[in-house]
């Protein structure tokens, strides 16, 4: 059964940094798309950035420069260097995984980031 457990939330200020972890188990973040979105309560899932199964990433506009997607082989896991942090980027990030494609079939319980100004 695919675990993905996020960690690495939390609240800071504007400005600030953040990295959330995602341990994955009976899936291999090295060999699948892997991702990270984040949800807004009354809004829709919003796509943040992607890893590719040949390691191409691919960020929301909203993030590029600001966000990097990194990904442990040894660790199995996946991180979300998040800098340069706003207010706007408070969300529930949520890990997902991918059966095939990046298709994304599989998901995180998510992480909370407030970020106050």
């Known amino acids: 059964q695919v675990q993905l457990v996020e960690s690495g939330g939390g609240s800071v200020q504007a400005g600030g940094s953040l990295r959330l972890s995602c341990a994955a188990s009976?899936?291999?973040?090295?060999?699948?798309?892997m991702g990270w979105f984040r949800q807004v309560p009354g809004k829709g899932r919003e796509a943040v950035a992607r890893?590719?199964?040949?390691?191409?990433?691919l960020y929301a506009d909203s993030v590029k420069g600001r966000f990097t997607i990194s990904r442990d082989t040894a660790k199995n896991t996946l991180f979300l260097q998040m800098d340069s942090l706003k207010p706007e980027d408070t969300a529930v990030y949520l890990c997902?995984?991918?059966?095939?494609?990046?298709?994304?079939?599989?998901w995180g319980q998510g992480t909370q980031v407030t970020v106050s100004s």
């Open positions: 997902a995984a991918s059966s095939f494609s990046c298709s994304f079939n599989y």
């Open positions: 009976e899936v291999t973040v090295s060999t699948n798309c």
């Open positions: 890893i590719t199964t040949y390691g191409v990433t």
